[in-house]
């Protein structure tokens, strides 16, 4: 156990036994967890999302910045509509990609 940086696990025996394992928690790759953010810093918050490639639903971005479903929508929409995100692929499988302009 020690070897995967893990303790020993404890045993009580008080006419049952139990035997409780420990375990690690959020030792892995940090979530990003944002709080009471404005509109303009959510947006740019979506846009290094898209741009990291990192996978994402709107539900889990409403989680994420603690906000309704709608306003990540209406978020995204104002993103496509001033022409810096489009969606490619599917409506299921598709993703964002930024608009590259030169």
Same mark, same amino acid.
């Given at each position: 156990?020690?070897? %995967? ?42 846009l290094k999302k898209i741009k990291s490639n ?35 692929g599917p409506k299921r499988k598709g993703h %964002?990609e930024i608009i590259i302009c030169d």
């Open positions: 156990m020690k070897e %995967y940086g893990l303790e020993v696990p404890k045993i009580d025996t008080n006419g049952f036994f139990t035997i409780v394992f420990n375990r690690l928690v959020n030792k892995g790759k940090r979530k990003m967890s944002v709080k009471n953010v404005g509109k303009s810093k959510r947006k740019e918050l979506i990192e996978p994402f639903t709107i539900i889990t971005l409403a989680k994420e910045f603690r906000v309704n479903e709608k306003t990540i929508e209406r978020d995204i929409h104002e993103l496509k509509k001033d022409g810096k995100i489009k969606f490619v %964002y």
